[in-house]
Each structure stands twice: as structure tokens, then as C-alpha cells.
């Protein structure tokens, strides 16, 4: 059942009305494997009374036949929902509970504990307000405690409710809570935490959690479920200055054209001067508009649609901003990368990021360090794999509105994404934008690529060959622009091994290099291209995210992507370098094809078997393929 109150049986209405208006509060529960994270929260939703009766029967059912409390009611299971995390004891995923008071709604996730699952936990932490970290009062503070108490802080919670649980284990012991106490306070001091509430506590019994407990007569502060009720959290976001990401354009007719989206800091009010970002125009809010009717105010966390009193360009993705207090613009920045995929972070290799409404491309550099987030120590890195935490310069390909993320996590926050998989893979904090991007500016000259290509009689294209070694990419690529030279047509052969002794000496063969020689190469191949060339580029290019990138970069117009298709065996048994036989044994590791693999085309514009056509052959289709593009006579 619910919360009770006499306004259910007595107004209804009034009651509803007082629900719709009450705050609400996010929160986690984190902390090491087995502290009763969900014991807690199943405890909190069953002292206060929001535990309806099918629930606490279905309850009573799964304590006897997979409960860890004996003849007990085991509340953890009214959150862990996986069968895994019931076989297992422990949480996997984040579960997410709603629920309220008299004084207050809550959303409150709870977060694994496990190492291998922080992603998990910096998900269930990215919105919320406030953290109630567990400590094992027989344990004390771990590993897991520093690790979540670090990353509380890196994701912005100022709010800490540590709960010393488990005390009923430790005799209720005054001198064990303290020295827990003393021990954990002195760790957040060093990462920034300074709001933070002790609370001795049983989560199984249940002391001190609704109503203060006969068993700690020595201590003398509120309970949990007081704290969480009266925490004030709102401030900072209505104090904050104004900012509204555009999530939809709004045009149900020709004459109504709104903005729509989430405040998601300050007040705004109508007569406001406001700025959209990044284009910088300026006008005055004429209406606040929603559902409801018109509002003469809205405030951090309202969903409005706002009308301005000049027709300005906006999309989505832009965002508006009081004009008296500008978010920066920018396309570089360092910022703390949380990385959440399987595979390791490849420097250089483009990503999707997601900023506020708006997604963009991004490249991350290599990162300038990890953090140890048991010592605080920084270590160089040249990548960051599943879980860790780095400082890293990250560049998009495009300015975007931004605040730093101690700022306004909204609009300082964003995520990356794989792009062939669509999978999360890293969160990211922006601390401040880099010089660079205010200081370096594209130069734009009176003589372009459309002037190139009249004089040359041609249009330019990048020719991009892909395949295993030994598969023939270089005999083709010889014989093509032998046969492009015949034609009068100017051409600039880009070969793998050649770039090598260069450009790309610096780089060796670890799939970071890979990606990083293939970004330099599509950036060359763009300029050549912009000279009006036609550039044939010839490199096994082993992953699609690379080859897809160099697309982009060029445009798909003036890029065609030829998969030299050759089964392994074939290019095994030609081997005119000798390479497969030193990856054989072991004397060339990463070998594409051996122990590095190669993602072959899903589409490409040109494929040659070259089991069945001679190079002269695949010369000549490609040569028609440029004919039927357009790009040659």
C-alpha cells in the first residue's frame, strides 16, 4: 500500500494537488560488495508502509526459497530483480525504485557493487542528487567505498549520507562508528566532499532508519529517512544561471513557432533577454507556454515550450541561455572520460558524442593520465580500458554550447557512443575548453576546389583500396594509375608501407596506432583531394569506424571505397613480403588476419575477387566506376 494520509478518504483532489507539488529527490545507494545496499533500500520502502500486500506476499514467498536471512524477511529482493543477482546475492544492474512520503518524492537507484559493474553505478549516479554510501561497520571503509566515494565526487553529487550498516554485527558499537567516521572523512576531504551526514544504522533491523533506535542512545542526529526528507537540494540549479537545451521545435501551425525543453538551470520569465548557442542571436521571451496554459515564471526542471519575440534560427540541439550570463562555445576540451566500453578507448577514432540534445563527432587524444581512484595517483596511459578514469583532451567537429561540469552538469556532461554498435561507451565531465579552439580558425582561400577541377579537367576522388597483405592492393593501385596517367588525368598514389617511412614512422602496429595512422592518411587524402586530385589510397585499413571516418571526412561524394577481396589462405600462399610467416611464429605480433582482425566492407562501391580478376581487369572497373560517377570522361 501507500503512505497514508486522511486527505486519500477526505479531498482527493487535494490531495493529488499536494503530491503533484511535492519536491523530489534522486538518489544512490553504493558502497562494496555485500554493505545491504538492497537490504536498505527494501527495508525503507517496507517501514514506510509502501510495500503493497501482493508484493510483501510474493516477498515472503522468495525470502524462504532464495532469502539470505533465514526464517527473515530478506528485503533485498524487493530490488533485486535479476535472477542472476538473486543466485548470486548481489547487484548487477541498476534498479531504480519510486516512491514517496508525506514530505517528499524519491527516485532512488541502487547501484552495483562490484568492480567490474561501475559503469553501472556512474549511470544510476549521473542524475542523481544525493549519495548514501554503505560501509560494512565489521569492514570498514574498502577498496569499493574509495572507488564510489571518488566517483561521486567526479560526477557532481555534493550531498553524502554515509551509513555505517551492519552495526548490529559490531555490538552497536560507539568506538567502531567513529573510527569509520574519522577514516572516511578524512578521505573526502582529499576528493572534495564536504556535505557529508553519519548515520549508524541496521538495515535488516532497521535501526535508525525511520525512527531513531533504542540500541544507539549515543547518537543524537536524524534518521535516514529524516535526512532524505528535509535535504535541501534544489538551490544551486535555481541559483544558477539560465539554460534550456532545444529539444523540438515546435510548429503545430504557421503561426505559432515555439522552442521546446527542459530547464535545466535558473528561472526564466516573459520580457527575458535570452541567446540561443551557438549561433549568438538575441531576443526577449515572449511566452513561457505549456500544457497548461501560460506560466509566468518556470523554474530548473520544468518542461516548457518558450516563444521569442524575434524570428531567429534555432534547431535542436541548440541551447538557450540568459544573455547576461553565457555558457562558453567551443569544439576542444579537456575533460574526465569514464570509460564504459568492453574494448579500450582508441585514441583518435571518432565517436558519437551525445552533449545536452545535441550529437556530434568526436576524436579523444591519447589521455595525459589515468587516475587511481584508491590512491588518487595519477599513472600515464595510452589508452583506458574497461572502468578507468582518465583526463583526456577531447575535440568535436563542431562548437557547441557548453559550462563546465562543476558548473551544471546538463550542460557540462555528455556520453560517447560507438558508432557501428550504438553502444554507450564512455561518460565524460568537461572541466574547461582548450586555448586551441578560440585561437586556431579555418582559413579560408579565394581559390577552391571547384576552381581545381576546371582547370584540370576532372573531378577529384579519393580511391580507398582495402584488403589483407598480400591481397594485391598495390599491383592494383600501380596498374590504376598507370591507366589514369594514360588518360591525362592528374592522380597521387598513397601506399600503406611508403606513408610508413614518413609521415607515420612514429607509429607502430598496436590497433591505437592502426586507427591513428589511418586518421592522418584520410587527412592527407582530403587535402589532395581539395587540390583537386585524384587520390588513390591503398592500406589494409583493418577497421570499418576508421574507413567510415575517412568517408565522412572527405564526403561521400568524392570517396569510393574498393575491397580488394582476398580469402587469407590465398594472401597466406603469395606472401611476397614474408610477413605471414613471422607472424606465424610469433616474431610479428598484431598481424591483420593472425591476431589483430580485419572487419572486411558491408558495402562497398567497387568489390574485386581477386581469385577470378587479373589487376589489369580490376583497373579497368574502377576506371569505369569513375566513368559512371562522372568524375572522368
Known amino acids: 500500500m501507500t503512505h497514508s494520509t486522511d486527505l ?21 545507494t553504493c558502497g562494496s560488495v555485500d554493505d545491504g545496499k538492497s537490504t536498505l533500500i527494501g527495508r525503507l520502502l517496507y517501514e514506510s508502509k509502501l510495500v503493497f500486500e501482493d508484493q ?35 547487484t548487477i544492474d541498476v534498479a531504480y525504485r519510486y ?11 541502487d547501484t552495483p557493487g562490484h568492480e567490474q559493474y561501475t559503469r553501472n553505478m556512474v549511470t544510476g549516479a549521473s542524475t542523481a542528487d544525493l549519495a548514501v554510501i554503505l560501509v560494512d561497520a565489521r569492514k570498514g571503509v574498502l577498496t569499493q567505498t574509495r572507488r564510489h566515494s571518488y566517483l561521486v565526487s567526479l560526477l557532481g553529487i555534493r550531498h553524502v549520507v554515509l551509513a555505517v550498516n551492519k552495526l548490529d554485527l559490531a555490538d ?15 578521505f573526502a576531504k582529499e576528493i572534495g566532499l564536504t556535505d557529508v551526514v553519519a548515520i549508524p544504522m541496521s538495515a535488516y533491523v532497521g535501526d535508525n532508519l525511520t525512527e531513531s533506535s533504542a540500541n544507539t542512545p549515543w547518537y543524537v542526529g536524524p534518521t535516514l529517512m529524516g535526512h532524505l526528507e528535509t535535504v535541501e537540494i534544489d538551490d544551486d540549479l535555481l541559483a544558477s544561471p539560465f539554460r534550456m537545451p532545444v529539444q523540438w521545435v515546435n510548429r503545430p501551425d504557421l503561426d505559432f513557432r515555439g522552442f521546446s525543453g527542459q530547464i535545466v538551470s535558473g528561472v526564466l520569465r516573459p520580457g527575458d533577454r535570452v541567446r540561443a548557442l551557438p549561433s549568438g542571436r538575441e531576443s526577449s521571451v515572449a511566452r513561457i507556454v505549456t500544457r497548461d496554459g501560460d506560466l509566468s515564471e518556470a523554474a530548473a526542471g520544468r518542461s516548457v515550450t518558450v516563444t521569442l519575440t524575434d524570428e531567429i534560427d534555432i534547431s535542436r540541439g541548440d541551447v538557450l541561455a540568459v544573455a ?4 562558453g562555445v567551443a569544439d576542444r576540451f579537456e575533460a574526465h572520460l569514464v570509460w564504459m566500453g568492453e574494448d579500450e578507448m582508441r585514441p583518435e577514432r571518432p565517436y558519437l558524442c551525445q552533449i545536452g540534445t545535441m550529437t556530434v563527432q568526436a576524436r579523444i587524444a591519447e589521455p595525459k593520465h589515468k587516475i587511481d581512484v584508491n590512491t588518487l595517483e595519477k599513472a600515464a596511459a595510452n589508452t583506458l580500458a ?14 557547441v554550447p557548453y559550462d563546465a561540469y562543476t558548473a551544471n552538469r546538463d550542460t557540462g556532461g555528455f556520453i560517447l557512443i560507438d558508432r557501428l554498435t550504438n553502444s554507450t561507451v564512455g561518460a565524460g565531465m568537461i572541466a574547461h575548453a582548450l586555448r586551441r579552439a578560440d585561437n586556431v580558425h579555418w582559413q579560408v582561400a579565394d581559390v577552391d576546389v571547384r576552381s581545381r577541377e576546371q ?10 583500396l582495402t584488403g589483407l597483405s598480400g591481397s594485391g592492393k598495390s599491383t592494383i593501385a600501380n596498374e590504376l594509375e598507370r591507366r589514369l596517367h594514360a588518360l591525362g ?5 598513397l601506399d600503406g608501407d611508403n606513408i610508413r617511412h614518413g609521415l607515420n614512422r612514429d607509429l607502430g602496429f598496436t590497433d591505437a596506432d592502426r586507427v591513428e595512422n589511418i586518421r592522418r592518411v584520410a587527412e592527407v587524402a582530403r587535402l589532395m583531394a581539395d587540390a583537386g586530385l585524384i587520390v588513390i589510397a591503398s592500406f589494409i585499413s583493418p577497421f570499418r569506424a576508421e574507413r567510415e571516418a575517412a568517408r565522412e571526412l572527405v564526403g561521400a561524394e568524392q570517396f569510393c571505397e574498393v575491397h580488394v577481396d582476398t580469402p587469407i589462405a590465398v594472401a597466406e600462399g603469395r606472401d611476397p613480403k614474408g610477413l605471414y610467416r613471422k607472424a606465424r611464429r610469433g616474431e610479428l605480433p598484431h598481424f591483420t588476419g593472425i591476431d589483430s582482425p580485419y572487419e572486411p566492407p558491408f558495402s562497398p562501391e567497387v568489390r574485386i575477387d581477386t581469385t577470378s580478376v587479373s589487376p589489369e581487369q580490376a583497373a579497368d572497373r574502377i576506371v569505369d566506376v569513375l566513368r559512371a560517377r562522372g568524375v572522368i570522361a
Open 172 to 186: 552497536y558499537s560507539e568506538e567502531v562508528f567513529e573510527r569509520i567516521v574519522g577514516e572516511y572523512d578524512a
Open 386 to 399: 574497461l572502468n578507468e578514469i582518465g583526463v583526456c583532451d577531447i575535440s568535436f567537429d563542431r562548437p
Open 8 to 28: 486519500i478518504a477526505g479531498d482527493i483532489e487535494q490531495y493529488l494537488e499536494r503530491h503533484a507539488n511535492k519536491s523530489m529527490l534522486r538518489f544512490i
Open 324 to 327: 547576461d550570463a553565457l555558457p
Open 56 to 90: 510483501l506476499t510474493a516477498l515472503e514467498a522468495d525470502s524462504r526459497k532464495v532469502g539470505t536471512q533465514g526464517e527473515g524477511l530478506d528485503f533485498a529482493l524487493l530490488v533485486d530483480g535479476l535472477a542472476a543477482e538473486r543466485e548470486q546475492g548481489i
Open 489 to 493: 588525368v592528374h592522380t597521387y598514389l
Open 99 to 109: 516512491f514517496s512520503t508525506e514530505q517528499r518524492k524519491f527516485v532512488v537507484a
Open 455 to 464: 582547370l584540370m579537367g576532372h573531378r577529384p576522388q579519393v580511391l580507398w
